[in-house]
């Protein structure tokens, strides 16, 4: 049972390069979410999904795109990395039932924009 | 804007001893309350979890207490135990889990 499964676990990038951040779950889970992580600042919400088709902005969008094409993927697109955008970044998913509300996350892919 | 304010940043707890990590939050139409454990170079992990229609819930050495009318909950770990030295994030969303709004952490170390 391999949950919450995100590639690549490491990257470089140069500033304006664009790449897409893999993320994919085997729990049949309506939502998912991406994240990023800072030190001292938490996770923050990027993006989301309710469901294959539908997807909206988190707390921090800006340089990210998404689109969810399958119940299992919710990939994370950066179209020009830059600097800032350096973090961890987690992707999770979880049942669309209220008595059901655990977000299960990945291991997280930690980039690097030089 | 942060909407979930926690502390302390970071926490150093003798082996046997109570943790205890608190939490304040703005919005209130959250009505979930996770806390999640993260290991370094792991995804956090959910720990426990309340509604505000309870005021503490326990699993194991892990309590939640939960006051709605200030907006506060914190997490207690009882027995601390070197194996719980970890990152403690709590969050709160309204509905479910798909928008965690998380705070900024607390590093717990437990020492011998």
């Known amino acids: 049972n391999a949950g919450v499964t995100q590639t690549p676990k490491f990257q470089v990038l140069k500033t304006g390069q664009s790449m897409t951040l893999q993320c994919a779950q085997d729990?049949?889970?309506?939502?998912m979410s991406w994240y990023r992580q800072d030190p001292g600042m938490g996770l923050r919400l990027i993006h989301y999904s309710v469901g294959a088709g539908i997807t909206d902005q988190g707390e921090v969008p800006n340089g990210y795109n998404v689109s969810r094409s399958t119940t299992e993927d919710f990939p994370l697109r950066l179209l020009s990395a830059a600097p800032s955008q350096t973090s961890v970044y987690f992707c999770?998913?979880?049942?669309?039932?209220?008595?059901?509300?655990?977000?299960?996350f990945g291991q997280g892919t930690r980039l690097t924009v030089v | 804007q942060q909407q979930v304010k926690q502390s302390p940043q970071s926490l150093i707890v003798q082996k046997g001893g109570i943790s205890i990590i608190n939490c304040a939050y703005e919005?209130?139409?959250?009505?979930?309350f996770p806390w999640y454990q993260q290991f370094p170079g792991k995804g956090p992990a959910l720990l426990i979890a309340i509604r505000p229609d309870v005021s503490e819930k326990k699993e194991g050495r892990f309590t939640i207490s939960f006051n709605k009318s200030a907006k506060q909950f914190s997490l207690h770990i009882m027995d601390s135990q070197p194996g719980d030295s970890a990152t403690y994030f709590c969050a709160a969303s309204s509905g479910t889990a798909s928008k965690l709004t998380f705070g900024t952490g607390t590093r717990l170390q437990v020492t011998l």
């Open positions: 999770a998913s979880s049942y669309r039932t209220v008595a059901n509300t655990e977000a299960f």
């Open positions: 919005n209130t139409a959250f009505d979930y």
């Open positions: 729990m049949n889970h309506e939502y």
